[in-house]
């Protein structure tokens, strides 16, 4: 099974070895950083508080406002400074993330309506039923998440209760 990735513009991140990638160009990042990368890519064109930011990348634990600041400054200087552009503080607000849409032209992948054709039944079953038997369920669920490694972007098609039962 391959790594998960999240692909954005001509970049390839890999949140399981904190890496990002543009052709040749690899860096390794903290895995606070990675993890702070990550939500901003889940979770694009909303403002995130620092409050939010604790909760969800630090896990609810106690930072100052200082840990954060850094968190976000060397995201940004990531890649010789590539990630600037896409990461704005929004005064007294939070942060907010916008980033290059899905693959450039010479990276396309298939369609989300492509992916789920061919997805195999078990899927279909996962994202059509809402109660499927127990046992089916579960192995319905395990085929997404396996999907899910492989093309992330399925996840746009999941409603988000599903989406959260899945990533459990």
Known sequence: ???RQICFGDWVFEPGTCSLARGAER???EPRVSD???FFLLNPDEVHSHDRLVD?????HVVSDEAVRRAVSVLRRAANGALSPFIRTIYKRGYLA???AGPSPRHA???TERLIE???????VCISMPSPGVLRAREALDCLRNALELDPRL??????????????
């Open 36 to 38: 702070l990368l990550e």
């Open 56 to 60: 969800i990348v630090w896990q609810g």
């Open 118 to 124: 061919d997805c195999d039944a078990s899927l279909a």
């Open 155 to 168: 996840l746009e098609v999941l409603t988000p209760a599903a989406a959260r039962r899945v990533l459990r």
């Open 1 to 3: 099974m391959g790594m």
């Open 98 to 100: 916008s980033f290059p």
């Open 109 to 111: 992948q298939p369609s």
């Open 27 to 29: 860096d390794v990042l």
